[in-house]
T-cell receptor, first 115, second 112 residues
């Protein structure tokens, strides 16, 4: 069975400090993993993706994520938060070889950035 | 701008009305999706179309009726909705099922 768990519903950081958004997944096959960001009243935008190539994936806006198979994790990080990073972030898993209807979204983590 | 356009952006409708949501993509993608996003709930996949054929209907009530006339367009026809159907409806497309999806801005639907 496939599942994805975002361990924090809310994360609050100060501007200029590191960001860590945690995601654990469960998949029977080699999964593809994604992080999306959603700003208020907007659609979701792809930040980065892992598809069985390099385990450290770099995305847009300075974000990166590391695929750790032994820990079944795909945490999202950024060295220094910016006010514009305040948004909701979704971790997504698609099991290898499965169709899009098997894609599973996490419940989301809302990131607050304090000045 | 992701290349996926949804109209209208906002819609208020009564429970006896009939309306349609429209989604358009010119990315050459072969799969299109409807999602429902309600407050404090995970994103819910409603429908998946691949090569214009519906491949998944996630137990969605019949008051929601999708239509995919060609690979670039996707509609969601609405009739006799309930207040609990108020939500943000997101359309997405991807090259193939399971590859990264590109989302539209969504239609904010309010049922009164």
């Amino acid at each position: 069975a496939q599942s994805v768990t975002q361990l924090d519903s809310h994360v609050s950081v100060s501007e200029g400090t590191p960001v860590l958004l945690r995601c654990n997944y469960s998949s029977s096959y080699s999964p593809s993993l994604f992080w999306y960001v959603q700003h208020p009243n907007k659609g979701l935008q792809l930040l980065l993706k892992y598809t069985s190539a390099a385990t450290l994936v770099k995305g847009i806006n300075g974000f990166e994520a590391e695929f750790k198979k032994s820990e079944t994790s795909f945490h999202l990080t950024k060295p220094s938060a910016h006010m514009s990073d305040a948004a909701e972030y979704f971790c997504v898993v698609t099991p290898g070889g499965a169709g899009g209807f098997k894609t599973i979204f996490g419940a989301g983590t809302r990131l607050f950035v304090k000045a | 701008e992701t290349g996926v356009t949804q109209t209208p952006r906002h819609l208020v409708m009564g429970m006896t009305n009939k309306k349609s949501l429209k989604c358009e993509q010119h990315l050459g993608h072969n799969a299109m999706y409807w999602y429902k996003q309600s407050a404090k709930k995970p994103l819910e996949l409603m429908f998946v179309y691949s090569l214009e054929e519906r491949v998944e209907n996630n137990s969605v009530p019949s008051r929601f009726s999708p239509e995919c006339p060609n690979s670039s367009h996707l509609f969601l026809h609405l009739h006799t909705l309930q207040p609990e159907d108020s939500a943000l409806y997101l359309c997405a497309s991807s090259q193939w099922e399971g590859t990264e999806a590109f989302f539209g801005q969504g239609t904010r639907l309010t049922v009164v």
